[in-house]
C-alpha cells in the first residue's frame, strides 16, 4: 500500500516562503514524474510544476521564477520551495506520483492535501 504524506503548509505573508515535502512510502519499483497541484475556493485543480526521472522541470505560468521543484529518488520524495508567495498562492496543495509497486502497473497517487495561506 502507497502513501504520499505531504508537510510544510501554513500561514505566511506576502512576499515570504514555504517549503512543501512529500514522501511516498511503501514498496516501490520505481517512481515516474512527481509533481504538485492545488486548488483554490471555487476553481479546479491546477498543475503548479512537475518534474521527470530525469530532472525535466515544468512550471505553471504563474509561479515562473519564484517555485522551484526538486526531487530526491533515494528518499521517494518531492520537494516545492515557495518565494516571493502572493495571496493569489493560496490553496490546498496536492502532490502526486506516476509510480509502480511490484505486480501492478504505472499509476497515479496522491498525497492528503496541505494549506498554504498567505495573507497579512
Known amino acids: 500500500q502507497v502513501q504520499l504524506v505531504e508537510s510544510g503548509g501554513g500561514l505566511v505573508q506576502p512576499g515570504g516562503s514555504l517549503r512543501l515535502s512529500c514522501a511516498a512510502s511503501?514498496?516501490?519499483?520505481?517512481?515516474?514524474?512527481m509533481g504538485w497541484y492545488r486548488q483554490a475556493p471555487g476553481k479546479q485543480r491546477e498543475l503548479v510544476a512537475d518534474i521527470t526521472r530525469i530532472d525535466t522541470t515544468t512550471y505553471a505560468d504563474s509561479v515562473k521564477g519564484r517555485f522551484t521543484i526538486s526531487r530526491d529518488n533515494a528518499k521517494n520524495a518531492v520537494y516545492l520551495q515557495m518565494n516571493s508567495l502572493k495571496p493569489e498562492d493560496t490553496a490546498v496543495y496536492y502532490c502526486?506520483?506516476?509510480?509502480?509497486?511490484?505486480?501492478?502497473?504505472?499509476?497515479?497517487?496522491w498525497g492528503q492535501g496541505t494549506q498554504v495561506t498567505v495573507s497579512s
Open positions: 511503501g514498496i516501490i519499483l520505481g517512481i515516474n514524474t
Open positions: 502526486q506520483m506516476n509510480l509502480v509497486q511490484y505486480g501492478s502497473a504505472w499509476r497515479d497517487y
